[in-house]
């Protein structure tokens, strides 16, 4: 089998999910990386595999394919040696669904907020509203975790697709182990037992984290 494109950048979270999906379930990647600065995603080539120009992107025998949920979800599908990731029963995939969304919709959705206003708007310090919503988006998490992963006893590609952005919130906005003590847990529980975790979450995180704290310094001299 010839080697998917993956078309990424090194700290997106979403690009990291792919990345160690990939790798658990054995599937080489060949990958491109997109410099978003130059804006490389708004070439023709790109937007002819993505007109929504976003990473991360796959290529695969021919098929252009974005979302990291998607993505994630159709590498396990087609080419994972067993459903332990996505399990088969209807009820499980639902409930893994629904965590993909959240890590969407709010896990890495507020950390965007936060980053935003640094980042392209030269803004000096978080603004609160954000720093709450990130703090607020914890509190769910702790909610959701009923279990020693965000989907019943072993992990899934709701845990895979969560730790990214997880891994990044938590290198800049770190989790206070006395408000959500089964968060912390958990995310020691992943870096025990989610392989590859090191080296495509934690240290890629604090590479985010050293690049957030410089942009900082840079925005309050100006």
């Given at each position: 089998m010839a080697p998917i494109t993956l078309y990424t950048t090194r700290r997106t979270p979403a690009?990291?999910?792919v990345e160690i999906t990939a790798k658990l379930i054995g599937v080489d990647l060949?990958?491109?990386?997109?410099?978003?600065t130059k804006k490389e995603q708004f070439t023709e080539e790109f937007l002819k595999m993505n007109p929504q120009h976003t990473v991360p992107t796959i290529v695969d025998n021919g098929v252009?394919?974005?979302?990291?949920?998607?993505?994630?979800?159709?590498?396990?599908?087609?080419?994972?040696?067993?459903?332990?990731?996505?399990?088969?029963?209807?009820?499980?995939?639902?409930?893994?669904?629904?965590?993909l969304h959240f890590e969407s919709g709010i896990l890495f959705a507020r950390l965007r907020g936060a980053l935003t206003p640094i980042f392209y708007y030269?803004?000096?310090?978080?603004?609160?509203?954000?720093?709450?919503?990130?703090y607020d988006a914890y509190g769910l998490t702790e909610a959701t975790l009923r279990s020693d992963y965000l989907v019943g006893d072993a992990i899934t590609l709701?845990?895979?697709?969560?730790?990214?952005?997880?891994?990044?919130?938590?290198?800049?906005?770190?989790?206070?182990?006395?408000?959500?003590?089964?968060?912390?847990a958990y995310l020691k529980r992943?870096?025990?037992?989610?392989?590859?975790?090191k080296e495509y979450n934690l240290?890629?995180?604090?590479?985010?984290?050293?690049?957030?704290?410089?942009?900082?310094?840079?925005?309050?001299?100006?």
């Open positions: 690009g990291r999910a060949d990958i491109k990386l997109v410099d978003l252009a394919l974005f979302d990291s949920h998607a993505i994630i979800i159709y590498l396990v599908s087609k080419y994972a040696k067993n459903d332990s990731l996505y399990p088969k029963d209807l009820v499980t995939q639902a409930r893994i669904n629904a965590i030269g803004t000096p310090d978080v603004p609160e509203d954000k720093l709450n919503a990130i709701a845990d895979i697709s969560c730790s990214t952005s997880l891994a990044t919130l938590n290198a800049i906005f770190p989790v206070d182990a006395d408000k959500y003590p089964k968060l912390v992943l870096e025990q037992n989610l392989p590859n975790h240290d890629r995180a604090m590479e985010a984290e050293a690049f957030f704290k410089q942009k900082l310094i840079e925005n309050k001299k100006q």
